[in-house]
């Protein structure tokens, strides 16, 4: 606690010293003096700072009525770590943070987006920043990329042991295509880089395609898509038809000639790994339909899809163990997973978790492998109801079934489950 207290000292002392520093410049504007430049450099580093310590994945640092808000995202939900900073602080942080990624400091009518690397106790943190004008001034969102974390193998992704050993299955297998699926910051790249990962081996060329690169894997050629020069994934997925690969990853399918092209390097022996933005696996198949690929190209190709969300995972230190009721809300949502006596576990919240009940994050997912009765069924005109109820009938978990059981086995909260999966609890 006094450690803690401490912190809140130094971090007010930067503030009131940036204040300090502040003389007017043209028009209205407060300009960023000599003498104001040290501690803002000091203040916006030890944001960054503490925002990696916390875990966080994004940085808002928000103009407001009368003061500037600075929120983190950890583990997919947004904090506010700080009480709200003077307003005349606004565009001298927005500033600083512009002289760090290149943007014109000038220009503040116009969206703007840079990057540059943070140095975290020597380890390299690259840092996406993208600034826009609002009402009260400019907003700015930093991403926190790479560097302090650590990149993954499959069997630390706590899959259920049915779920990966069928995905590690595909991995392994000598050519095909598997799609992974789900909403932005659903924790796709993360798998397939683990997937990577597993396949990484001397003996295989193994190549990717990404916008932005999010890890450096060694052995592995990997490529970023620049819009200004016209490297389009399509375009550098043509290129990479001519590289001699084994394995190819897909930052992701934006695109009707992206999908062909990927679909038919699955066709001629290669490994595809790629992500689409859908809600679960069944639609996965439809997007690809409705995008132009050719019914019998898509299912020679497709090894299998999985479909995955992030959910918070309950604090070890504090999670309260509870049985749930027959006719209770907890009772209804796990559904046939319920039985008499069944415990589950809901978030109390400690100094460890911030009080929030929850440390970290976990991937639930469903994973759909393309049989012959699954094929057979939409080519003859199957719709995604009908498509989804023959994947359960062949024994696909779907994301609520592998979420609420995880939830049982005290990793998460079923009101989590209830609100990541459906959007409400």
């Known amino acids: 606690m006094r450690k803690v207290q401490m912190e809140k000292t130094q971090f007010q002392t930067l503030v009131s010293q940036s204040l300090m520093g502040l003389s007017p410049g043209r028009g209205t504007s407060p300009a960023l003096s000599a003498t104001a430049a040290a501690p803002m450099i000091r203040l916006v580093d030890r944001i960054i700072h503490d925002a990696i310590d916390q875990r ?45 990624a290149r943007l014109n400091t000038a220009e503040h009518r116009l969206p703007q987006d840079g990057r540059f690397t943070y140095d975290y106790g020597g380890v390299p943190v690259d840092v996406r920043v993208a600034s826009m004008p609002v009402v009260d001034g400019e907003k700015v969102v930093l991403r926190l990329l790479s560097g302090a974390r650590r990149l993954l193998h499959l069997s630390e992704m706590e899959c259920s042991p049915e779920n990966e050993s069928l995905f590690r299955r595909w991995c392994h297998a000598p050519y095909g295509l598997i799609l992974n699926v789900g909403p932005v910051n659903s924790g796709k790249t993360t798998t397939l880089y683990a997937a990577l990962n597993e396949l990484n081996v001397p003996e295989k060329n193994i190549v990717s395609i990404e916008d932005p690169v999010e890890y450096y894997l060694e052995g592995v050629n990997q490529m970023q898509v620049n819009p200004q020069i016209s490297l389009s994934f399509a375009a550098g997925l043509r290129a990479i038809l001519r590289q001699d690969f084994d394995v190819c990853m897909v930052g992701e399918i934006r695109d009707e000639e992206t999908a062909d092209i990927a679909v038919k390097a699955a066709l001629t022996g ?35 899809i999985v479909a995955q969300r992030l959910v918070r995972r309950l604090c070890p230190k504090c999670r309260r163990a509870f049985t749930v009721t027959a006719g209770s809300t907890e009772a209804a949502s796990l559904g046939p997973l319920f039985a008499e006596g069944v415990t589950a576990y809901r978030p109390g919240g400690c100094e460890e978790c911030g009080g929030t009940g929850y440390s970290g994050r976990m991937a639930i997912q469903e994973l759909l492998p393309v049989t012959e009765e699954l094929q057979r069924a939409v080519l003859a005109g199957a719709n995604r109801r009908e498509t989804s109820e023959l994947a359960r009938r062949a024994g696909m978990t779907t994301l609520a079934e592998d979420g609420f059981r995880k939830a049982m086995a005290g990793e998460t909260s079923i009101d989590e489950v209830r609100r990541v999966v459906y959007g409400s609890i």
Request: proline share 9%; no cysteine; net charge positive.
């Open 56 to 100: 966080s994945s994004d940085i808002h640092v928000e103009p407001v009525p009368g003061a500037l808000r600075i929120r983190f995202r950890v583990d997919g939900t947004l904090r506010e770590p700080y009480p709200p900073l003077p307003a005349q602080l606004k565009e001298t942080m927005v500033s600083r943070i512009k002289v760090m």
């Open 270 to 304: 290669r490994l595809m790994l790629t992500t689409l933005h859908t809600a679960n696996a069944v639609d996965a198949i439809f997007r690809l339909l409705d995008m132009g690929v050719k019914p019998y190209f898509l299912f020679a190709a497709l090894l299998g």
